[in-house]
């Protein structure tokens, strides 16, 4: 009895399409993260102080900030505000081809229980830990209390 065999793609064209999905894949580049913009404001007390900057990811894969680390404090907090309430966070989101802007009034660092209050004119190490990316290190001055950074159109 013939039957009809299945007709199967030859090597060479199966090879390119699973080189091809392949290629494709491997053109996802991450998330690409860069940090810029940070400051810490001299705190008015000595146990606590917040902590301002910008995550940008200029990369194609969303990521999230998941904790910080310092040398000034063993317990650095993430903070979102919203709606005039602040609350602590266990990650906040920095999108892919977007940014993450901790800043004044909005999500931000909280420095608790400080080991020595930091002054105007000392740099504040801190690593930023992420859930895809690998740890940064930022060394974060500290500026007046009433400090505002300026603006890109103010530059």
Do not use: W
């Not at 904790?67 to 309430?85: E, F, K, P, Y």
């Amino acid at each position: 009895m013939n039957r009809p065999r299945a007709r199967r793609a030859p090597f060479p064209v199966l090879a390119a399409v699973l080189l091809a999905a392949g290629a494709a894949a491997c053109g996802s580049s991450g998330p690409e993260l860069e940090v810029e913009g940070a400051y810490v404001p001299q705190p008015v007390t000595a146990d606590t102080a917040g902590g301002f900057l910008t995550i940008r990811n200029d990369g194609d894969t969303d990521d999230a900030l998941t904790s910080v680390s310092s040398d000034i404090s063993d317990d650095v907090q993430l903070h979102r505000t919203a709606g005039g309430q602040m609350r602590r966070v266990s990650s906040l989101p920095v999108p892919a081809g977007g940014a993450l802007e901790l800043r004044r009034g909005g999500d931000h660092l909280m420095f608790m229980d400080l080991d020595r209050r930091p002054v105007r004119g000392e740099k504040v190490s801190v690593e930023l830990h992420f859930e895809k990316s690998d740890p940064i290190t930022v060394e974060i001055p500290v500026e007046a209390t009433n400090h505002v950074p300026r603006q890109p159109s103010e530059q």
